[in-house]
């Protein structure tokens, strides 16, 4: 708040002193203030000063606004600004994941780790593409060497977990979800795909009790709500106690 309230005299002060607009733009971002954020930062037109990172930072926040081909379009200038920037590649690629062009991200993503092998963002979204894709080898593979440095990232074990139940592994899918779900109880994503396991190992009381949850978190899951009222057809069915 002291942030906004700062950059917004500094406006006052001198409407053409573009960094203000910049640093407004960030710091609504991080209210969650999209639309404001977008305002702020359409007002920038000093190319001299941060452009790439004015780009990058508005294409996120179209990103966040579900207008992808608007954030591709900012990014694309981002990249323009600065080729080289990995970060920059990262998240062009995951505009590209989120507007559906799941090749064009792939590629991305692989760009980047031709030139920085290592590259831990990289290679996450570059899993989460060929989960999507239905590729689960190279999925897995993926998730494994982001593990064999930092065995405690969770994101890429929520991904372990998500892969090893599309192949069917379900009894070590649950183990690393129910694991995860001790530390991090309110993440939507997990308490989904344990519940799925549960689901579909026939333990429809658990099941309930994980999608419960996640509602508790997020009640506007409409997708949730289906697999509840699925789940409590099916319990009536076979009678499950």
């Given at each position: 708040?002291?942030?906004?309230?700062?950059?917004?005299?500094?406006?006052?002060?001198?409407?053409?002193?573009?960094?203000?607009?910049?640093?407004?733009?960030?710091?609504?971002?991080?209210?969650?203030?999209?639309?404001?954020?977008?305002?702020?930062?359409?007002?920038?037109?000093?190319?001299?000063?941060?452009?790439?990172?004015?780009?990058?930072?508005?294409?996120?926040?179209?990103?966040?606004?579900?207008?992808?081909?608007?954030?591709?379009?900012?990014?694309?200038?981002?990249?323009?600004?600065?080729?080289?920037?990995?970060t920059t590649r990262i998240s062009y690629g995951i505009a590209k994941m989120k507007c559906g062009y799941l090749v064009g991200a792939l590629?991305?993503?692989?760009?980047?780790?031709?030139?920085?092998?290592?590259?831990?963002?990289?290679?996450?979204?570059?899993?989460?593409?060929?989960?999507?894709?239905?590729?689960?080898?190279?999925?897995?593979s993926d998730i494994i060497r982001i593990l064999e440095v930092d065995s405690e990232n969770f994101e890429a074990r929520v991904n372990l977990g998500i892969i090893l139940a599309n192949r069917g592994i379900f009894q070590e899918a649950r183990s690393?979800?129910?694991?995860?779900?001790?530390?991090?109880?309110?993440?939507?994503?997990?308490?989904?795909?344990?519940?799925?396991?549960?689901?579909?190992?026939?333990?429809?009381?658990?099941?309930?009790?994980?999608?419960?949850?996640?509602?508790?978190?997020?009640?506007?899951?409409?997708?949730?709500?289906?697999?509840?009222?699925?789940?409590?057809?099916?319990?009536?069915?076979?009678?499950?106690?």
């Amino acid at each position: 708040d002291d942030a906004v309230d700062l950059a917004e005299k500094a406006i006052e002060i001198n409407s053409e002193f573009y960094p203000a607009y910049h640093n407004l733009g960030n710091a609504l971002l991080k209210k969650s203030d999209y639309s404001g954020a977008l305002e702020a930062f359409r007002s920038v037109d000093d190319y001299n000063h941060a452009l790439g990172r004015q780009r990058e930072a508005l294409g996120h926040a179209f990103i966040r606004e579900s207008r992808c081909e608007e954030a591709l379009e900012e990014l694309r200038r981002a990249l323009v600004v600065h080729p080289e920037s990995l970060t920059t590649r990262i998240s062009y690629g995951i505009a590209k994941m989120k507007c559906g062009y799941l090749v064009g991200a792939l590629e991305m993503f692989t760009d980047v780790l031709e030139r920085d092998p290592g590259n831990e963002q990289a290679l996450l979204n570059r899993s989460i593409v060929f989960l999507e894709l239905n590729e689960m080898e190279q999925a897995h593979s993926d998730i494994i060497r982001i593990l064999e440095v930092d065995s405690e990232n969770f994101e890429a074990r929520v991904n372990l977990g998500i892969i090893l139940a599309n192949r069917g592994i379900f009894q070590e899918a649950r183990s690393i979800f129910e694991e995860l779900r001790q530390k991090n109880p309110s993440n939507v994503t997990l308490l989904n795909n344990l519940a799925l396991v549960y689901y579909f190992n026939g333990d429809y009381l658990s099941a309930i009790d994980a999608w419960e949850g996640s509602l508790d978190v997020d009640p506007g899951q409409e997708h949730v709500r289906k697999n509840l009222r699925r789940v409590r057809v099916d319990r009536t069915i076979f009678n499950t106690e």
